[in-house]
């Protein structure tokens, strides 16, 4: 067996393991290795193609981690794991992840360890922070808490600017409009008025009442289409509920939950509708046309009897929190018992399962850029992963439980709010 300084023994090992259903004889090695690295650069290896597999393999991985890098912070052996990643199943796709992170750690090729930097606390709320958003311009940060407020603050300074206390109830969902000139605020029961409002954000004031009634039941969660002409509301009864917001008149229901939809979320491309919900679902919809596309984590139930069945079912647990990645190829789900699930949002196949939280996790976002996917917990952390690769990359600590995060649209800055009244702020540390 070979030993080389640059990768260990056992990644050669694991690595010997996975490639050898993969490169049996000469044609299969050709064709991999031309599809990763072009022809010019498989003629520079010095390599024997008519060898027994045990013999050939060793030899390739020598000449692969002597060659380098194709492209800078990409070793060739990584890039012919990538192409073989293509054709293989969801558990070997977590497996090459792991190696291919593990190849290059060894060849110091990572990406400089950013570490996240606790840079301001904001204080004000008498009560925990159920929900954060950061404004488009990047400039405000909006909290909503059990407090029945909701504030808006200068992200930089810290300021308070507005205090907005229209709601009769806990606020537990807040959203910026895509032209960051109008906030959502969904709240939890409202009698003689509504709890879903529209709030100017320049001057706080109250521009309109979406569901005014005699009563009006929880709205869990808000959030805008990327077009801003839709407000998507997640409900106590079960359903999604669609808002055309040139009119301010609900125009469609999406119906498919068995429970109260805890979190929605839509794709950065407007296509897709996620949503989770209490009875353990969560649902990938096209929201245009109201069809359900998939139901993951647990059978579809294709009747009323079949929604009843699952709102007493809870072997799965609940979930709290749904995101979707920019590229809107994977959707991250957190709950109660099964902590955080990585799913491919075009096939609904479950890619990974992160476990490292103690407890529940309460909320789940992407960074609208780079490779960072944040967690916040029962156990009063906030954890940040590398998504493609499943790694923890740091732990971010509360002194209470946190509820609610959000991403700076540069992905430069993170906001957590927790049950201990108190919003944290953090900016990544790119030097």
């Known amino acids: 067996m070979f030993t080389t300084p640059s990768i260990s023994g056992e990644t050669i090992q694991k690595l010997l393991y996975l490639l050898r259903p993969y490169l049996q004889d000469e044609g299969e090695r050709k064709a991999y290795l031309f599809r990763a690295l072009g022809f010019e650069t498989v003629d520079r290896l010095n390599l024997v193609w008519k060898q ?44 090459i992840d792991k190696l291919i992170f593990q190849i290059k750690q060894e060849l110091n090729t990572l990406e400089p360890n950013h570490l996240w930097q606790d840079v301001q606390t904001f204080k004000g709320h008498s009560e925990l922070i159920r929900s954060v958003a950061i404004s488009p311009d990047g400039q405000i940060l909006v909290s909503g808490s059990i407090d ?46 509504g709890n879903l409002k529209l709030w100017d954000v320049k ?18 969660c808000v959030t805008f289409s990327p077009d801003g002409q839709t407000l998507a509301t997640g409900n106590i009864d079960a359903t999604i509920k669609l808002w055309k917001l040139s009119s301010g008149k609900l125009y469609r229901t999406l119906k498919g939950h068995g429970w109260d939809v805890a979190s929605v ?17 969560i649902k ?31 072997s799965v647990g609940a979930i709290y929190s749904v995101a979707i990645s920019p590229d809107g190829q994977m959707i991250a789900s957190a709950g ?15 890619v990974r399962t992160l476990t490292e939280h103690s407890g529940s996790v309460f909320a789940v976002a992407f960074s609208p850029k780079g490779k960072f996917l944040a967690s916040g917990g029962k156990d009063n952390t906030v954890r940040i992963w590398n998504y493609q690769t499943g790694e923890l990359l740091q732990t971010l600590e509360h002194f209470g439980l946190v509820h609610c995060l959000a991403f700076s649209p540069d992905g430069e800055t993170l906001a957590s709010g927790s049950e201990d009244t108190t919003i944290k702020v953090w900016r990544i540390n790119n030097s």
């Not at 979320?265 to 679902?281: E, K, N, P």
Request: charged fraction near 15%; glycine fraction near 12%.
């Open 284 to 314: 990938i919809w096209n929201w245009r046309t109201g069809e359900l596309l998939h139901t993951l984590n647990r059978p579809s139930p294709s009747n009323i009897i079949g929604s009843l069945v699952s709102w007493f079912d809870s």
């Open 148 to 193: 029945q407020t909701i504030k808006l603050w200068n992200l930089a300074t810290g300021k308070l600017l507005y205090t907005l206390e229209g709601h009769s109830s806990a606020v537990l969902s807040v959203a910026f409009h895509p032209d960051g000139k109008t906030l959502a605020g969904g709240s939890n029961l409202a009698v003689g008025d």
């Open 52 to 95: 027994p597999t045990n013999t050939f393999i060793p030899e390739l991985l020598k000449e692969l981690v002597n060659f380098g890098e194709i492209v800078p912070g990409q070793p060739a052996l990584c890039t012919l794991l990538e192409v073989i990643r293509k054709e293989v199943g969801v558990d070997v796709q977590s497996e």
């Open 265 to 281: 979320a839509f794709s950065r491309d407007g296509r897709l509708l996620v949503s989770g919900g209490f009875d353990g679902a």
């Open 203 to 220: 001057t706080g004031t109250l521009q309109r009442v979406l569901d005014q009634g005699l009563i009006n039941f929880r709205v869990s």
């Open 336 to 350: 109660s018992d099964q902590l955080i699930i990585l799913w491919n949002s075009g096939t609904g196949k479950l």
